[in-house]
């Protein structure tokens, strides 16, 4: 197959949509060599195996992984890190002829990587960290228009830039101007670095009923080995604020082993906030310019993407 030139793939969507057999169909097809580039901030840490939904060993063997198992679930990682890490992997890969698969559901991860982030000295880290999460938390509260408002205010030049009032870039406007205190119209070819490379996003889409039910049985089929997991990992002295901890499934979790919740309560709290998350991911997804969304069945979605990466097609 003749891939497209410097172009990279991207699957993204909710967890447990199946994005992780679709990358292994895609990566596995005749005439194809590809790597993938993990884009989930937890499988980063060894350890964390079956809360992250860790692709298997025999899974890892099969197809060339980046990005599964490089820290101790006691460091600290972030977007801007794994976005810098990750364009000089593809680059190579690229060079090489091997098509990059980016493979998550952290959508912080995936934007930075695919749309450019802002190359910035680490102490600024916390502060544009914060930013986002107050940005991030106005949009859902106010909604895209309310915040086009507020960066009228502070930086209307970003404004005329972003017309379609597009909700990513607006946020990362005023991610920046409350970080920085400066404009971003007037900083963003100093600070942001943008990727060479060209990507096509996918979205698995299911039916919601659908979704949740996928949701709802993994859950159930994850906690006794979540439980015996975590219980390993606190006893070789992890603190149970820990970064990687914080997330769905292991506070859930971490409640039930601190007796602070009944274990049934547990799996169905574990249950909601995994569907919370789902939405969550949903919502980025379709906000992507070009996103394009999959049904059907794993060989379905298989050839439709091998089309849409075939520069011949």
């Known amino acids: 197959m003749h891939l497209k030139h410097n172009t990279v793939l991207a699957i993204t969507g909710p967890t447990a949509s199946g994005k992780t057999a679709l990358s292994l169909a895609i990566a596995s097809e005749p005439g194809i060599e590809a790597e993938i580039i993990s884009a989930d901030s937890r499988q980063i840490y060894r350890g964390l195996d079956i809360g992250t939904a860790k692709p298997s060993k025999v899974e890892l063997s099969a197809i060339p992984h980046h990005f599964i198992d490089i820290l101790e679930p006691d460091e600290s990682y972030n977007a801007g890190k794994f976005a810098k890490d990750a364009q000089d992997i593809i680059t190579s890969l690229l060079q090489r002829n091997i098509l990059p698969i980016i493979v998550g559901g952290s959508g912080l991860y995936v934007q930075a990587l695919c749309e450019g982030f802002f190359d910035m000295p680490a102490e600024m880290e916390q502060s544009f960290m914060d930013a986002r999460e107050a940005v991030q938390q106005a949009y859902q509260d106010m909604g895209k228009d309310a915040l086009f408002e507020e960066l009228r205010l502070v930086d209307p030049q970003s404004c005329r830039d972003y017309p379609d009032k597009n909700p990513r870039r607006v946020m990362r406007a005023l991610e920046f101007h409350k970080a920085t205190d400066k404009r971003f119209s007037e900083e963003k070819s100093a600070m942001m670095k943008h990727p060479s490379f060209n990507t096509i996003y996918i979205m ?34 992890l603190s149970q604020s820990a970064q990687s901890l914080a997330t769905v499934g292991y506070a859930q979790v971490i409640a039930f082993i601190n007796g602070d919740i009944d274990e049934n309560i547990a799996i169905e709290e574990m249950k909601q906030a995994t569907r919370h998350y789902a939405k969550r991911q949903i919502t980025w997804s379709k906000r992507v310019d070009g996103m394009i969304l999959l049904q059907g069945d794993n060989a379905e979605m298989t050839q439709k993407t091998l089309q849409l990466i075939n520069a011949d097609a």
């Not at 039916?207 to 219980?231: D, P, Q």
């Open 204 to 237: 698995i889409d299911h039916e919601r009923s659908e979704l949740y039910a996928r949701i709802n049985k993994r859950c159930e089929e994850m906690w006794e080995g979540m439980v015996n997991e975590t219980r390993t990992l606190l006893q070789k002295g």
